[in-house]
């Protein structure tokens, strides 16, 4: 396969030779937004491969470039230099197989229930009127809307419209769901119950999810995969581990973020990011 710039490493540590194909790769990535000298350079030297089915959190100070490496996954933009690429194949636009969840839901039509917001992704996929609606109410009964089907958009709260989001999303069948903050403007009681939902949802689909988060222990909790990144521009500063998830679906989920091993690596992470603010960068696994 093609490459420029430095092999990418995965987020286990392992890099090169004998090893599944990652899902997506980054490689060598720089995005500079404008030209000349009030040009912003927002991603620099950035380079990850994401292995299939992995539930990796992007964590880092406000600006420092999360969004625009989602957006390059998404096919949003086009990176400055280097190249982005799914299943080998490099990714030039957005598609159906990569499916972004915002914070807001704004790409929900309030004109439409929450059924036929589910429906459109399945007539998108060619499936007939009648199947379509069939289809939406088992993606709402996967993310807990059973019954809500005819409610129209503006009748749902904040964490109603971040499920329906999902639902919508699940039902294109994306192989990677792209999530900007998705729980960033939900309160702290339902922020914690979507974020098992999150968990069982990834589960279910066999799905990989790349979610960008402020939360610590958010990234802790539901992540395989945690990278953190540096002040603009943005680069990796760490990646780490993590299987608290999967104690979660084990049903275990009320003693997780009690356990003294979840303090702990909620702390380290803390202290990574403290210290890639004031400039003094951890070193990256391996190292
Ligand atoms: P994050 O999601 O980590 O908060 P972003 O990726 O949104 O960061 O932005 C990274 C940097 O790039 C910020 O300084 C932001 O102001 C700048 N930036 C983002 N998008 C644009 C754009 N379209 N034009 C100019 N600057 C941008
Ligand atoms: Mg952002």
């Known amino acids: 396969m093609q490459q420029s710039g430095p092999e990418p490493v995965r987020p286990d540590g392992t890099g090169g030779g004998g090893l599944p194909e990652p899902l997506i790769e980054l490689s060598d990535v720089t995005v500079r937004y404008g030209a000349g000298p009030g040009s912003v350079l927002a991603v ?55 499916m972004v969840v915002h914070q807001q839901s704004t790409a929900l039509l309030p004109w439409f229930s929450a059924a036929r917001n589910v429906a459109l992704a399945l007539t998108a996929r060619g499936q007939p009127k009648a199947a379509a609606r069939e ?37 294109t069948e994306a192989k990677v769901i792209l999530l900007d ?38 990234a802790v909790y539901v992540s395989t995969d945690v990278i953190s990144m540096s002040a603009r521009p943005g680069r990796i500063i760490r ?24 303090a702990e690596a909620e702390e380290e992470l803390y202290e990574t990011l403290t210290a890639a603010s004031s400039g003094k960068t951890a070193p990256s696994e391996g190292d």
């Open 135 to 171: 289809g939406a109410r088992h993606y709402l009964n996967m993310v807990g809307l059973a019954g809500f089907d005819d409610h129209p958009i503006y009748q749902l709260s904040g964490g109603m419209r971040q499920r329906l989001a999902l639902a919508r999303a699940l039902a």
């Open 181 to 218: 903050e998705p729980l960033g403007a939900i309160d702290a009681l339902q922020r914690a119950v979507l974020q098992d939902l999150l968990i069982r949802l990834w589960d279910e689909t066999h799905t990989c999810f790349v979610m960008i988060t402020h939360s610590v222990e958010e």
């Open 239 to 262: 990646q780490q581990k993590f299987d608290f998830n999967r104690s979660a679906l084990a049903g275990a989920d009320s003693h997780v973020r009690a356990s003294p091993e979840f």
């Open 44 to 98: 620099d030297k950035f380079s990850l491969a994401i292995p299939q089915r992995c539930f990796l959190s992007i964590i880092g100070p406000s600006g420092c470039g999360k969004s625009s490496v989602l957006n390059l996954i998404a096919g949003y933009h086009k990176p400055s230099s280097g190249t982005v690429r799914m299943n080998g194949t490099e990714i030039v636009g957005p598609g159906p197989e990569r």
